[in-house]
C-alpha cells in the first residue's frame, strides 16, 4: 500500500513581475511536488492574503507542457518544429554562434535579453554580469517602468514614499491608475481594512470599470491620457476653496504661486471637456481629498503607459503636495518603494567590470533593433545573436509585426532559456528549460513594499531544468568571460550582497525570512526635505535632470510642458481611427505569465475586446460576434464583449494572450507603437487609435 507522502510547509516568496512581492507558504509533499501556496501570515504587508493565480500554482509548476529537455530547432522559424538535444551540445552551439557573433561583427553584435519573468535578483539579473563581462551590447529595461518612475521622481527627487501599510490609517485612499484587485491584491487588503476599520473612503481612478472601481466608494471613469487635466482641476479646486495648505507649500515646494496661477484657468468645467468626467465627479473627488488630511495617494503604473505618461504621474503626485497630506501619517503618496534597498550589486551583475562605453540597446524597441533600424541600434553593428531569459517579446513587446519580422530573421541566432515553449522560444534556434522559483535560491526585493526576502529552493527541478544561474555559468566558461560570480552559487551570492550591503549574512536573513526596511517615517513622508539640494517638491521639474538612471532624451522631451497639465501628446482618434484602445491587464494572466494553466484559461477564455453597447450598435456588432480592429502598424481579431463599463470611444483588450490564441495569430500589441516615451523612454501600451468593424 502507498503511504501519502507528508506534506511539510516551506517559506517562499512570489517571483511574478507584481509589486506585492508576496511572502509565501508552500505545501511540499515529498521532494519534488507542491500543494497549495497560501500567504504568509505574518509577513505584515502579505497579511495571509495572496492572489488565487498563485495559490494554485501546482497548476503552473506540474504543468504537463512544461519544458524539460534542451532543443535544437529543425524546422522554419517559428514553426515549432524541435528535437531534443543534450545539455552540453546545446550549450556548445549556444557558445559557438556567440563566439562567431563576436567575431565577425564585435562583442556588441551580442546582445543578452532578460526582463522580470522572475524578480529574484540572482536568477533575473546574472545575465548582466555576462553581459558585462564579455562587453556584449548592454540592455535598457524600459517595458514596464520607464514612463512611471520619471514621474514620480520629477516631483520627489528618490523613487521612495509613504509606507504603504499606512494605508490602513488613511481616511481615504485614492488607487489611481491601477487595478489592484487583479494585479496587486495586498493594496486592497490594506484599503478595505481602512474602511473597515475607520469608515475611510475608497476612490478609484481608471478607463474602464475594472473590479477595484466597483469595490470603490467614489469610481472615477476618464478617458485615457487625460489624468493630468484632473489633477489641475483638483488643485485648482483646492486653491480655490482654501483647502490648500500654505504652510506646507511655503516650506516645501518650489513654486506654489506659479502653480496656483497655472491651474486657475483650469477649471472642472474645462478638465470634465478633457476627461470625459462630470463636474460634480471632479469637484467631490477635490472636496474630499482637500477636507481629508491622511488621504494616501496609491499610484499605479497604468496611467502612466501613454505618451504623457509621465507628466500624468506627476501632476496626479502634485495633489499630497498641495493639500499637505505628507505630513500626516496615512497620508502621502506612494508608487514604489524600489529606491530603499541600495543593495551592492556587484557580484550579481558585474558591475565592477562594466564597461559604461558599450552601446544600451532599449528593450522596448526590440523591433526596430532587430530590423536593422539605425536609431535602434545606435548606429552599431547589427544584432547577430541573443540570449533570452525570463521574458516573452514575441507577445510583450510592442510594435509586433516588427518583432516578429526581427526574429524570423536566418541570420539571427537566438537561445531562449524558458519553462515552457513560448512564442519567443518558437522562434529560438535552441531552446533550454529552465527552472522555475520553488526549484531555485533567490533574494528579492520589492517594488510595493519594504521587505527584502530570501527565498530557498524548497523542490527539486523536473530533470533536465537548469537554474539562470547555471545556465549564465556554463556559458561564461565556454566563452572565457571572466568574473568570481560565475563560479559562487546563489547562495554564496546572495550571501556576498547582503554583506557588502550592510543587511548581515544570509543565515541570519534565511532564519528571519526577511527584513523590513522601511525608512522612518519623516524620511519616507519628505519631512525633512525631498530628494532635491533645496529639500523642496517640484511642481516645477527640470526633465532634463530628473534624479534617476537613463541612457538620455527621448520622445518628444523638449515639449513637455513645465507645470501639471493635460500634454495632448497622446495619439488622437480621427475619422480613420476613431477608438482608443488598451490592452489592460486581466485578472487570470500577470503579463503572458499563466497564460497555459487551466483554471487561467477557463476563466479568461479567450482574447476579448470589451465594446460600450452604444459603439457597438453604431458598428452592428453583437455580443460574441468577430471584431477586426487595426491601425497602421497591423490588425488583428477577436471576439467582442458588449459591457457597459467600457467608456464610449475606448476599447479594452485584457491580458497578455499568447499571439496564437488571435483568429489571425497576431496578439494585441500588433497595434501598440515602439516610439520611445519621454522623458527617457518606454512604452505607451495604453495609448493607440484604431479602426474597429465586424469582421
Ligand atoms: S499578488 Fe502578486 S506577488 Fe502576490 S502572489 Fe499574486 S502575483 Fe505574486
Redesign the pocket.
Known amino acids: 500500500m502507498n503511504v501519502p507522502a507528508e506534506i511539510v510547509r516551506k517559506p517562499s516568496v512570489?517571483p511574478?513581475d507584481?509589486p506585492?512581492?508576496?511572502a509565501?507558504d508552500v505545501e511540499v509533499i515529498g521532494r519534488s511536488r507542491i500543494g497549495r501556496i497560501r500567504?504568509a501570515p505574518d509577513q505584515t504587508y502579505?497579511a495571509g492574503v495572496?492572489?488565487a493565480?498563485?495559490a494554485r500554482y501546482s497548476e503552473r509548476i506540474h504543468h504537463q507542457d512544461r519544458l524539460t529537455e534542451p532543443l535544437v530547432r529543425v524546422g522554419p522559424k517559428g514553426s515549432g518544429q524541435f528535437a531534443p538535444i543534450g545539455w552540453d551540445e546545446a550549450l556548445d552551439r549556444v557558445a559557438e554562434a556567440f563566439l562567431e557573433a563576436e567575431r565577425r561583427f564585435g562583442s556588441e553584435s551580442v546582445w543578452p535579453y532578460f526582463y522580470a519573468g522572475t524578480m529574484g535578483l540572482v536568477m533575473r539579473d546574472g545575465i548582466e554580469r555576462l553581459t558585462h563581462a564579455k562587453r556584449y551590447s548592454r540592455f535598457y529595461g524600459t517595458i514596464c517602468v520607464g514612463i512611471a518612475w520619471p514621474g514620480y521622481v520629477a516631483g520627489t527627487g528618490r523613487l521612495i514614499g509613504a509606507d504603504p501599510r499606512e494605508m490602513e490609517k488613511s481616511d481615504c485612499i485614492v488607487i489611481w491608475g491601477t487595478n489592484a484587485v487583479a494585479t496587486?491584491?495586498?493594496v486592497m487588503t490594506h484599503a478595505v481594512r481602512a474602511r473597515k476599520e475607520r469608515g475611510a473612503k475608497i476612490v478609484a481612478i481608471d478607463i474602464y470599470e475594472t473590479e477595484t472601481m466597483r469595490q470603490a466608494d467614489l469610481a472615477l471613469r476618464l478617458r485615457p491620457g487625460t489624468d493630468g487635466a484632473l489633477a489641475c482641476a483638483v488643485m485648482h479646486v483646492l486653491f480655490r476653496d482654501d483647502l490648500a495648505d500654505r504652510d506646507y507649500l511655503a516650506r516645501y515646494t518650489d513654486a506654489p504661486a506659479e502653480l496656483e496661477a497655472h491651474v486657475r484657468s483650469r477649471d472642472p468645467a474645462w478638465a470634465a471637456a478633457i476627461t470625459g468626467l462630470e463636474v460634480a465627479e471632479i469637484e467631490a473627488f477635490a472636496a474630499l481629498v482637500g477636507s481629508t488630511k491622511r488621504t494616501f495617494f496609491r499610484l499605479g503604473y497604468g496611467f502612466s503607459r501613454q505618451r504623457n505618461g509621465a507628466v500624468n504621474m506627476h501632476a496626479a503626485l502634485s495633489i499630497p503636495a498641495v493639500t499637505g497630506a505628507w505630513a500626516y501619517e496615512g497620508g502621502g503618496a506612494f508608487h514604489s518603494n524600489s529606491g530603499i534597498f541600495n543593495l551592492r550589486k556587484t557580484m550579481i551583475e558585474g558591475l565592477d567590470v562594466r564597461d559604461s562605453r558599450v552601446r544600451r540597446l532599449d528593450q522596448s524597441r526590440v523591433g526596430a533593433v532587430l530590423t536593422g533600424d539605425a536609431d535602434a541600434l545606435k548606429n552599431g553593428p547589427p544584432v547577430k545573436a541573443m540570449l533570452i531569459q525570463n521574458t516573452n517579446p514575441l507577445a510583450v513587446a510592442p510594435h509586433q509585426e516588427k518583432v516578429r519580422r526581427g526574429f524570423a530573421r536566418e541570420d539571427l541566432f537566438v537561445c531562449v532559456h524558458e519553462q515552457f515553449l513560448t512564442d519567443t522560444a518558437r522562434y529560438a534556434d535552441v531552446v533550454l528549460p529552465a527552472t522555475m522559483f520553488l526549484e531555485h535560491d533567490d533574494l528579492y526585493t520589492a517594488g510595493g513594499h519594504q521587505h527584502l526576502q530570501f527565498a530557498p529552493k524548497a523542490i527539486d527541478p523536473p530533470p533536465g531544468c537548469r537554474s539562470n544561474h547555471e545556465v549564465i555559468a556554463a556559458l561564461a566558461e565556454r566563452l572565457g568571460a571572466e568574473h568570481p560570480g560565475f563560479a559562487m552559487t546563489p547562495r554564496e551570492i546572495i550571501d556576498w550582497t547582503l554583506q557588502e550591503s550592510g543587511y548581515g549574512d544570509l543565515a541570519t536573513l534565511e532564519a528571519r525570512r526577511w527584513l523590513d526596511l522601511q525608512p522612518p517615517f519623516r524620511e519616507s513622508h519628505f519631512l525633512d526635505g525631498f530628494g532635491f539640494p533645496d529639500g523642496k517638491f517640484r511642481f516645477k521639474p527640470d526633465w532634463t535632470h530628473t534624479p534617476l538612471a537613463n541612457d538620455g532624451l527621448k520622445g518628444a522631451w523638449r515639449d513637455m510642458p513645465a507645470l501639471p497639465d493635460h500634454w495632448p501628446v497622446i495619439e488622437a482618434v480621427d475619422e480613420r481611427r476613431p477608438f482608443k484602445l488598451a490592452t489592460s491587464p486581466s485578472h487570470n494572466f500577470?503579463n503572458s505569465t499563466f497564460t497555459q494553466t487551466a483554471t487561467s484559461l477557463l476563466r479568461e477564455r479567450r482574447p476579448e475586446l470589451l465594446i460600450n453597447p452604444d459603439d457597438a450598435a453604431g458598428l452592428e456588432i453583437g455580443n460574441g460576434d468577430i471584431v477586426e480592429i487595426g491601425n497602421d502598424r497591423g490588425r488583428t481579431r477577436l471576439h467582442a464583449r458588449l459591457f457597459s463599463g467600457a467608456t464610449r470611444g475606448v476599447l479594452v483588450s485584457e491580458g497578455i494572450w499568447p499571439p496564437s490564441a488571435f483568429l489571425d495569430g497576431w496578439g494585441i500589441n500588433a497595434l501598440v507603437g515602439d516610439d520611445s516615451v519621454a522623458p527617457f523612454g518606454g512604452v505607451a501600451f495604453h495609448d493607440a487609435t484604431v479602426w474597429a468593424r465586424r469582421a
Open positions: 512570489c511574478h507584481c506585492s512581492v508576496c509565501l500567504g502579505t495572496v492572489c493565480k498563485v496587486q491584491v495586498n500577470l
